[in-house]
């Protein structure tokens, strides 16, 4: 562990898509952030402003803390949802999926986030989950052994940072997570102490919102609570955690009996009284950035490439790099994106080729020369093949995926489907949506959509579940298998217990509907509710529409208006549609002589 973290809490107080043709994009600069975007050098440099100022607010409050990685950082801002949209198209593919104003994305090699530029510059509410996202990874170079309920208080702490012209405030209270302890109760602080990633509190998308705002809670508490009076018992847990101690160990020796923190946060949660830090941050007239630089076309389809690398879209990675390559063949940033989507698809020959292209082009490019070291080196299918023979099944996977595909040298693709079947059956999620995938699109193997079906299911079984949504949606659409509709229903609801929002969004409109599952208005009612309490639009745009439905909850069209709203501000569009529509219907219900 950095000593950072431990100083700031003494110191605060799908198919491929169409390559599309790109707007202008510029690249501004300041000394730790490059912001690229499409909405002039006005919007780089606010974009920069606020990013800038956060990081102040870091550096005040963790002075000795690690404020960057070996991961490139690069913030991207988009001027309007259409743009964003290009970009990170998966969030708008659900057409009743979430539409996010800003998506925090780490790739493994760059950590990415996009916020658009329209929001307004006061309302931070908008800005959260790009926040949440930045200080998240900045928690993580400085304490990667935090325990969830700390790691996600910190970040949600940090998060919820508000930037002003000439400071910023660190501690702003979360109204929604008080709510949220007030109408379920605190869990025993021992309790949430335990949880990790493998707790129903985490995978539960019903309990997970009580998780959250009760590690906020603690936080909040021992960093800012009775003005600050309880840091030092949080810096004594951190310095536990940095000696390799037990979280909960840690805990217990730091702050005590977990009874008594029980009783101090119920009086802390009925008493709001949050203070927040104010830390001066007059940023704006001393941050230099560099001109405004126009990417060329090929640089904007480069950039597109590695967000969507970073989002695991590999065939829309290579349709952007394609295209970038045949415009610009001496782009050395495409060879590097060419070289880690290469690395990421198991395909070290050309890593190897690209990397080697990328640095005779610039010489010495430092995420080319970390690639250069990951995929050079000695042959590793001997290494693989005696860590398989010896028990490893991630080892017998890549070992598969080599043979199946020649590139490390030897093509036997019955063998290495063998091999990667055999690591699918061990339990290896990974593996089992690899061969999915292969059967898919024939790579390597014959083309057999209903084995890519059945091979999600077993990932899904084994703990993937973007596999679970997979195999849902092919079941629902009959891609593959005959349209299945109770095999669907379980996808999503196990996607929904591990705390998936889409796939509780899902399983909500099935039971709605009946479609797959018994008709249960009263838990989709909940699930809408749920979704709706934690921030997602959709969620609170099915929940009104339940209001003035014929089959739904009793006709209430003023709460129904009520929900529309709060979904269309949280960027629903179907929301805002609807909206218009109740609107309308409600103000015709009051004109005179109608009865």
């Not at 909040?220 to 009076?229: A, F, N, S, T, W």
């Not at 310095?239 to 979280?247: I, K, T």
């Not at 083309?447 to 079906?453: E, F, K, Q, S």
């Amino acid at each position: 562990m950095t000593p950072g973290l431990l100083a700031g809490v003494l110191a605060l107080g799908a198919a491929a898509a169409p390559v599309e043709k790109d707007g202008t994009w510029i690249e501004v600069k300041s000394p730790f952030f490059v912001v690229l975007t499409d909405a002039g050098g006005g919007a780089a440099r606010r974009t920069i402003s606020r990013f800038e100022k956060i990081r102040a607010a870091f550096a005040a409050v963790m002075p000795t803390a690690k404020l960057s990685g070996e991961r490139e950082l690069l913030i991207i801002a988009p001027r309007s949802e259409k743009s964003l949209r290009s970009l990170v198209p998966e969030w708008w593919e659900n057409k009743d999926g979430i539409r996010p104003s800003t998506v925090h994305l780490t790739g493994r090699d760059h950590v990415f986030v996009l916020v658009r530029t329209d929001l307004r510059e006061d309302d931070d509410e908008s800005y959260h989950a790009a926040q949440w996202g930045y200080s998240s990874h900045l928690i993580g170079l400085n304490v990667p052994r935090l325990p969830l309920w700390a790691y996600r208080g910190f970040a949600d702490f940090y998060a919820r940072t508000t930037v002003q012209k000439e400071r910023v405030l660190v501690g702003r209270a979360a109204a929604l997570h008080v709510r949220t302890l007030r109408d379920r109760g605190l869990m025993p602080v021992s309790a949430l102490w335990a949880v990790d990633r493998r707790s129903p509190e985490y995978l539960d998308r019903d309990r997970l919102p009580r998780f959250d705002a009760e590690s906020w809670t603690l936080v909040h508490y021992l960093m800012l609570g009775d003005k600050g009076v309880h840091r030092p018992t949080l810096a004594r847990f951190l310095a536990l955690l940095g000696q390799n101690r037990e979280p909960e160990d840690a805990a217990r020796e730091a702050f005590g009996d977990p009874r008594q923190l029980d009783e101090a946060l119920g009086v802390y949660i009925r008493s709001q009284a949050f203070y927040m830090q104010n830390i001066e941050a007059d940023v704006d007239s001393k941050v230099q950035t560099s001109p405004e630089r126009p990417l060329s076309s090929a640089e904007a389809l480069a950039m597109r490439a590695a967000v969507h690398l970073a989002s695991e879209r590999y065939p829309d990675a290579h349709a952007c790099l394609d295209e970038a390559l045949r415009i610009d063949p001496k782009l050395a940033w495409a060879h590097e994106i060419r070289a880690s989507l290469a690395w990421a698809e198991e395909d070290p020959l050309v890593a190897r080729e690209a990397v080697e292209r990328a640095l005779a082009l610039e010489p010495g490019r430092p995420l080319a020369t970390r690639l250069q070291e990951r995929v050079s080196g000695p042959p590793t299918v001997k290494g693989a093949e005696r860590l398989c023979d010896a028990g490893d099944l991630e080892a017998c996977a890549n070992l598969g995926a080599w043979l199946i595909d020649g590139s490390g040298g030897t093509t036997d693709p019955a063998r290495g489907v063998a091999l990667v079947e055999k690591a699918c059956s061990g339990g290896r999620a990974e593996a089992c949506a690899s061969l999915s995938w292969r059967h898919r699109q024939g790579k390597g193997v014959p083309v057999d959509a209903g084995r890519a079906v059945a091979l999600l299911e077993k990932a899904c079984a084994a703990g993937d579940t973007e596999s679970c949504l997979a195999a849902a949606s092919d079941h629902q659409a009959g891609r593959g298998v005959p349209a299945n509709p109770e095999a669907a229903g379980r996808m999503f609801e196990t996607a929904c217990t591990r705390g998936d929002r889409n796939g509780c969004i899902a399983l909500a409109w099935m039971l709605q509907k009946g479609e797959g599952v018994p008709r249960d208005l009263e838990r989709a009612t909940a699930l809408y509710e749920d979704g709706c309490l934690a921030g997602d639009g959709a969620s609170c745009t099915r929940l009104g529409l339940l209001y003035v439905a014929p089959d739904g909850l009793p006709n209430d069209p003023e709460h129904a208006k009520q929900l529309l709203g709060k979904g269309c501000e949280l960027g629903d569009p179907w929301g805002c549609s609807n909206l218009e529509i109740v609107t309308e219907m409600i103000a015709r219900t009051k004109k005179p002589g109608r009865h």
